[in-house]
């Protein structure tokens, strides 16, 4: 009997970085520090290395990655875009630093739409707004857009980079073209750490002394609270493991996504499946992979699962909707057409680091027989 395709496979990956993890985790161990030491500090030196900005401050979570930015970049009482097709993180960390959520249309990729993004921001001009796009299913937005629209319109920008890092656009790193970008490490990510955590990414010394005060308690030196800050710092074990056993091989995961990515997209020939397209530019890194199914999405799961093939749905419900949101102001701008084709037709087929070729062939020829007889 034939193993389960998984969406993440993490007993695989465990076997593949169990070595460097307890070598990492003994250090910690060893060295009797265990919370904002050298673990994290050389941790944040590579990944503003990896991602080519100047600083990386480590914290708790994706989420408080983007909310220790956003009160960084002062959006207390201000309008804040962004997209109505996420994790319901991003929508969070707007509210929990006081902002005011607007959401705007998705394109035929998923992603916030920038051209309807431009024309809101024509005709309602004068107001200082923040921006927060996020380069989801691992496809980056259209960077240099991105900038025209930051330089055109004086915008605050905020990327939300959890499920992309790595990605790119014409060449640009995704992350290179706002005042801050925030990770997620969750453990799905395709570096994701094992609980929880994130970090913000910055060019700015004054941003990233900030960062590293709020998430102490607002310390700028021993029991010196100079700001109302909050507890999130990123572990020193989590740091170590990131660092030694994981961002390694970052590379290499990648360009494994991305091969299991071209696959499906040349062997999925059902015309009862959709694949949305990779936006232009992008050099993606497939945290997800999603298709749209036409007909009853649920038969299709069910088509999968009894061929011993994993999937999800990314996202049904969009942020607008959710009923966290019913007491709380926002604005949509326009309908949000695209973004609700997704929350109804979107299903995410396995795609991991750790599938064999047998594994994508058997998801290939499982899409290619849905709708037959």
Same mark, same amino acid.
């Given at each position: 009997m034939k193993a389960k395709v998984l969406i993440n496979d993490f007993k695989a990956q465990w076997r593949c970085v169990r070595a460097d993890t307890l070598k990492a985790v003994d250090r910690v161990g060893q060295s009797g520090w265990f919370i904002l030491?050298?673990?994290?500090?050389?941790?944040?030196?590579?990944?503003a290395a990896y991602a080519a900005r100047r600083y990386t401050v480590g914290c708790a979570s994706g989420l408080d990655a983007?909310?220790?930015?956003?009160?960084?970049?002062?959006?207390?009482?201000?309008?804040?875009?962004?997209?109505?097709?996420?994790?319901?993180?991003?929508?969070?960390?707007i509210v929990r630093a006081g902002g005011i959520?607007?959401?705007?249309?998705?394109?035929?990729?998923?992603?916030?739409?920038?051209?309807?993004?431009?024309?809101?921001l024509g005709k309602n001009r004068g107001i200082h707004y923040v921006l927060l796009p996020v380069h989801l299913f691992g496809h980056s937005v259209n960077l240099e857009h991105l900038r025209g629209l930051r330089e055109s319109f004086s915008?605050?920008?905020?990327?939300?980079?959890?499920?992309?890092?790595?990605?790119? *656009?014409?060449?640009?790193?995704v992350g290179s073209a706002s005042d801050i970008a925030a990770i997620s490490f969750y453990p799905t990510k395709n570096l994701g750490c094992m609980g929880d955590g994130g970090a913000l990414l910055t060019d700015r010394e004054d941003f990233a002394t900030l960062a590293r005060a709020l998430r102490d308690y607002?310390?700028?030196?021993?029991?010196?609270?100079?700001?109302?800050?909050?507890?999130?710092?990123?572990?020193e074990i989590h740091a170590a493991i990131l660092s030694?056993?994981?961002?390694?091989? +970052?590379?290499?995961?990648?360009?494994?996504?991305?091969?299991?990515?071209?696959?499906?997209?040349?062997?999925?020939? *059902?015309?009862? +499946?959709?694949?949305?397209?990779?936006?232009?530019? *992008?050099? *993606?890194?497939?945290?997800?992979?999603?298709?749209?199914?036409?007909?009853?999405?649920?038969?299709?799961?069910d088509h999968l699962t009894a061929q011993d093939i994993q999937s999800a749905i990314h996202y049904p419900v969009l942020i607008p909707d959710q009923p966290a949101l019913r007491a709380q102001p926002y604005t949509i701008y326009g309908k949000l057409t695209n973004a609700r084709v997704f929350?109804?037709?979107e299903v995410s087929l396995p795609i991991n680091p750790f599938m064999s070729n047998d594994d994508v062939e058997r998801v290939v020829a499982a899409c290619n027989s849905w709708g037959k007889s």
């Open positions: 030491g050298d673990e994290v500090a050389r941790f944040e030196r590579k990944l983007i909310e220790l930015g956003l009160r960084i970049l002062g959006c207390q009482g201000k309008p804040v875009i962004t997209t109505p097709l996420s994790a319901f993180a991003t929508t969070l960390a959520p607007i959401f705007i249309d998705t394109d035929n990729s998923g992603l916030l739409a920038l051209d309807k993004v431009e024309r809101f915008l605050t920008v905020l990327e939300d980079c959890a499920q992309a890092i790595g990605a790119s *656009s014409d060449g640009r790193t607002g310390q700028t030196g021993k029991y010196r609270h100079t700001y109302l800050g909050m507890n999130s710092r990123l572990d030694d056993a994981l961002l390694p091989r +970052l590379a290499d995961f990648t360009e494994r996504r991305r091969q299991i990515a071209a696959w499906y997209r040349s062997g999925i020939s *059902s015309e009862m +499946l959709q694949i949305p397209p990779e936006p232009h530019g *992008s050099r *993606s890194v497939y945290h997800l992979f999603p298709i749209l199914v036409k007909g009853d999405r649920t038969s299709f799961q929350t109804e037709k």
